[in-house]
């Protein structure tokens, strides 16, 4: 889950940073995040993704509901559900532009782009990636221990203030898991001590259990299923 840590936000906004999809390892300016989402992530002639990305225009507010096939989901892959191209009504203070867009793309560029993240993974696999004494054991041995969890963020360019989004998690039948947490999205230029997270420090991460999920969920196979709900905010006026 994210790779190396890297200090204050607001000393990264002109620094390009390494892409947030798991093994893309262009370096991407904070302006060119959704060009960079759509040239390379979209197009069909790019490396496809293990699951088909979304790209949406969104407002404060606005529900998004993702459908997410949470057993086919690559053990500690770091991976993009959808990109919220969320409107503020006065961006010039809040944001810079995404420039280079293509044209019919033009319109998004007073947006900012908010990528849904989702990564699987063990408790056993953070902790031996916190206590940096990872083995040759393999991430498909960990996963039958301790169990599986889900760890859900958001990553947007850098923003003057913090931006915040709201979770949820519904079954087919919209019943809601107990699990409306209020989020601030990441600079995804920033990366957090592990350590931090394992503590419960921080204000960015959701987690969810493989078993909250099956009791929410229809069916126990690989085609199990629930219903991602992202609400983006927006800042604290």
Request: glycine share 2%; charged share 20%.
């Amino acid at each position: 889950m994210e790779r190396k840590s890297l200090a204050d936000d607001s000393s990264l906004e002109n620094q390009p940073a390494i892409c947030p999809v798991e093994n893309c390892t262009a370096m991407v300016k904070h302006t060119h995040l959704l060009r960079h989402m759509i040239s390379e992530h979209l197009d069909a002639r790019a490396r496809t993704l293990p699951f088909q990305l979304r790209m949406r225009e969104v407002v404060s507010g606005q529900s998004t509901l993702l459908m997410l096939t949470y057993r086919q989901l690559i053990v500690d892959h770091d991976q993009c559900l959808a990109v919220l191209n969320w409107c503020y009504h006065n961006p010039i203070d809040l944001m810079a532009p995404q420039l280079d867009l293509p044209p019919c793309h033009q319109g998004l560029s007073s947006h900012l782009p908010v990528l849904v993240m989702v990564c699987k993974t063990t408790w056993k696999a953070l902790l031996k990636q916190n206590e940096d004494k990872l083995t040759n054991t393999s991430s498909r041995d960990l996963t039958n221990e301790w169990g599986t969890v889900y760890i859900i963020w958001l990553v947007s360019p850098y923003t003057r203030r913090p931006i915040y989004a709201r979770f949820g998690i519904l079954n087919s039948q919209s019943q809601c898991l107990e699990l409306q947490n209020r989020r601030r999205i990441r600079n995804f230029a920033s990366r957090m001590p592990i350590s931090q997270f394992i503590n419960g420090l921080d204000p960015f991460y959701v987690t969810i259990n493989e078993e909250q999920l099956d009791e929410l969920c229809d069916s126990r196979g690989n085609q199990a299923s629930v219903f991602l709900d992202v609400t983006i905010e927006g800042p604290v006026e």
